[in-house]
């Protein structure tokens, strides 16, 4: 029998606000543990929850650049269940009325575009962290993270393959990131995706029982995790046997799924109105203000790129993937107006030196300035794209101008014609028999002569200049 996956996927999107949803402690993270709590995030008696204007903000500018209807009326209930990490009892979310409902996203998978429907997008508060350690008979609670802000962004059951939930959990992602929303952060769980995964023989118009998975924490796990629940799940079925409705780990080391706990449903978790938090009002007028302020979105940037710069779609969506990768490209681009030479080596050079320091592109020791002055070196002549290449990893660390460490270097490129005569007249005298081979056509020979030029010139002379002036000669 043949199967059809069918997936729908949650995402908890930490919001960057700087102090918790409902109290004033701070969203820091990595500090000592239990240090950011308060009686408002510890759920102590007596205490009575605030609601976080910029969380309310952040969620409407990202429900309206995932085109999702603003509620204008939006509730906050309690989801009632017990865990240690959960100090109330309780985690105030929202339920009847989020703040944001039925949008969207586009996709491409490949070169097929394919809209992801999203169902809902409601404000919450995170729980704490439970720590497992080695060697210990128990466990130990940090409620620092209780009480953050989170943004639960919930999708249709509209995707078939791993690949199409990557392509959606990039896309959305990059969205976040550009509002400056999220920071996108999935070892640190600042963007933490759950997909919800079953299976149901080709045509048939039922859904299967779910499973969900948890403790995924990059999109490389997330397709594994994906692919290796589709055959574990077709194999069940296969045998005959029954898919259970589970939430299951994602076991990096043995990259296997397994069962953590039976799926509740929502009426396990009694949900009923916060009566601490009144009904939020959202006017149309305020949420226009945030609809007219939007940035320029990555997929509507990268069309743009390709427009405007005939760039590759490639090198766009790569570069557009990040706000701050794409404004330092335009950066430069308004300073060098070759597109693609900029493109090459933002993506390349840059790129990887930034990766190796961990440094982000609105980082970058090298300004968009320093590189074009670099760039305008090769393109006058006055260096070849070899000595640029060479010397990127002192400009990137030293904060030296390209023309001070070409100058203390000694590096700037001959293309005197006179010099290169020279040259090139001592390099056909020492090679007789490779002249020879090239007179008799072996035209290959030249890149042979070149390298030869170079060598005696110390890498200095022009390629360009090199080649001209030799064929002339031989020929």
Not at 28 to 54: E, K, M
Not at 61 to 81: H, V
Not at 182 to 190: A, F, L
Not at 256 to 273: G, L, Q, V, W
């Amino acid at each position: 029998m043949i199967f059809e996956t069918v997936i729908g996927v949650e995402v908890h999107a930490q919001l960057r606000t700087a102090s918790k949803m409902f109290c004033g402690c701070g969203t820091t993270f990595g500090l000592s543990a239990n240090s950011r709590t308060c009686p408002v995030c510890l759920g102590l008696p007596g205490s009575l929850p605030v609601i976080n204007r910029t969380a309310v903000e952040m969620a409407v500018r990202a429900g309206l650049a995932l085109n999702c209807t603003i509620t204008a009326s939006n509730q906050f209930a309690r989801k009632n269940y017990f865990y240690p990490d959960l100090p109330k009892g309780y985690q105030i979310s929202q339920y009847e009325s989020p703040i944001c409902q039925d949008g969207w996203i586009e996709i491409r998978d490949g070169n097929e575009a394919k809209r992801i429907s999203i169902r809902r997008a409601h404000l919450e508060e995170d729980a704490g962290k439970s720590i497992h350690e080695t060697g210990t008979n128990g466990s130990r609670v940090d409620l620092n993270r209780a009480g953050t802000p989170l943004l639960e962004i919930v999708t249709e059951p509209d995707m078939r393959s791993a690949d199409e939930v990557v392509a959606y959990l990039k896309g959305l992602r990059d969205i976040l990131m550009y509002l400056n929303v999220c920071d996108g952060n999935m070892e640190e769980g600042s963007f933490r995706c759950e997909p919800n995964l079953s299976l149901r023989p080709s045509g048939q118009k039922e859904f299967g029982t779910k499973v969900e998975l948890k403790n995924i924490n990059s999109f490389k796990y997330v397709k594994d995790a994906i692919e290796y629940e589709i055959k574990r799940q077709t194999k069940v079925l296969t045998e005959g046997g029954r898919i259970r409705q589970e939430t299951r780990l994602w076991n990096i080391d043995r990259g296997e799924t397994a069962i953590m706990r039976s799926k509740e449903e929502a009426h396990d978790y009694r949900y009923f109105p916060d009566p601490d938090l009144v009904p939020l009002k959202l006017e149309k007028e305020w949420v226009d203000g945030f609809r007219n302020g939007l940035p320029e979105l990555p997929t509507v940037r990268t069309k743009r790129f390709v427009s405007d710069y005939e760039l590759p779609e490639y090198d766009a969506a790569i570069l557009t993937a990040s706000k701050a990768m794409a404004d330092y490209f335009e950066a430069c681009v308004t300073q060098f107006s070759q597109p693609k030479t900029v493109s090459n080596w933002v993506m390349g050079e840059l790129t990887r030196e930034l990766n190796n320091s961990r440094t982000d592109f609105s980082a970058s020791p090298v300004t968009p300035e320093r590189l074009v002055r670099l760039l305008r070196l090769v393109d006058t002549g006055a260096i070849s794209l070899k000595v640029a290449r060479e010397i990127f990893p002192e400009l990137y660390s030293s904060g030296k101008t390209p023309e001070q460490i070409v100058q203390e270097k000694g590096l700037t490129q001959v293309s005197d014609e006179g010099t290169l005569v020279r040259i090139i007249e001592e390099v056909l005298s020492t090679n007789p028999v490779q002249v020879a081979q090239f007179k008799e056509g072996k035209q290959q020979v030249l890149g042979f002569l070149v390298g030869q030029v170079m060598k005696a010139s110390g890498g200095k002379a022009n390629p360009g200049k090199v080649n001209e002036l030799l064929r002339k000669r031989v020929e």
